[in-house]
């Protein structure tokens, strides 16, 4: 399964320690050159299987930084729609919206987690949640939370 991914989940899951259960779900994970260079700011190098790809239609993306997205989320909604990736992996709400208007599969860091776990990679999506809240910053709503916790079978 390919999957190109935005710079704020594969920064989130490198924050907590996880950054390994992206490859261990999808086969390939590429980034385009705006996603790398921001994910370059925080970290000191990049694991290997972030493979760096580039964009081909670059007017495409200036198109969706002026609809106000940031130029990693538009070279990633372009990236993913020009190498038939399987899925996008974003969090931002206006990027999954363009993205989904374009007919790209989304999918986000939460949801990530429901496949890990029933993949069996992971023990509990709610330690994941909450590492990734307390040591990451990562915005989960009370309202996604239970949605999150339901669909996991650790309902409250």
């Not at 939460?110 to 069996?120: D, T």
């Not at 307390?134 to 996991?152: E, H, K, M, V």
Request: aromatic share 6%; glycine share 8%; hydrophobic share 50%.
């Amino acid at each position: 399964m390919l999957v190109v991914s935005d710079t704020s989940p594969v920064t989130s899951l490198l924050q907590i320690g996880h950054g390994d259960l992206l490859p261990r779900l999808f086969e390939r994970v590429l980034i385009p050159p705006a996603v790398e260079a921001e994910l370059l700011r925080f970290h000191t190098s990049l694991p290997g299987f972030l493979k760096a790809a580039a964009i081909r239609d670059a007017a495409a993306a200036d198109a969706l930084v002026a609809r106000k997205l940031d130029r990693g989320e538009a070279e990633a909604i372009v990236l993913a729609r020009e190498c038939g990736a399987d899925y996008l992996l974003i969090d931002e709400k206006r990027g999954r919206s363009a993205a989904i208007g374009l007919g790209v599969k989304v999918i986000g860091v939460l949801g990530m987690l429901l496949i890990a776990k029933k993949a069996g990679y992971i023990g509990s999506v709610a330690a994941m949640m909450d590492q990734l809240q307390f040591q990451a910053g990562f915005f989960i709503s009370t309202r996604a939370r239970l949605a999150i916790l339901r669909a996991a079978g650790e309902s409250p």
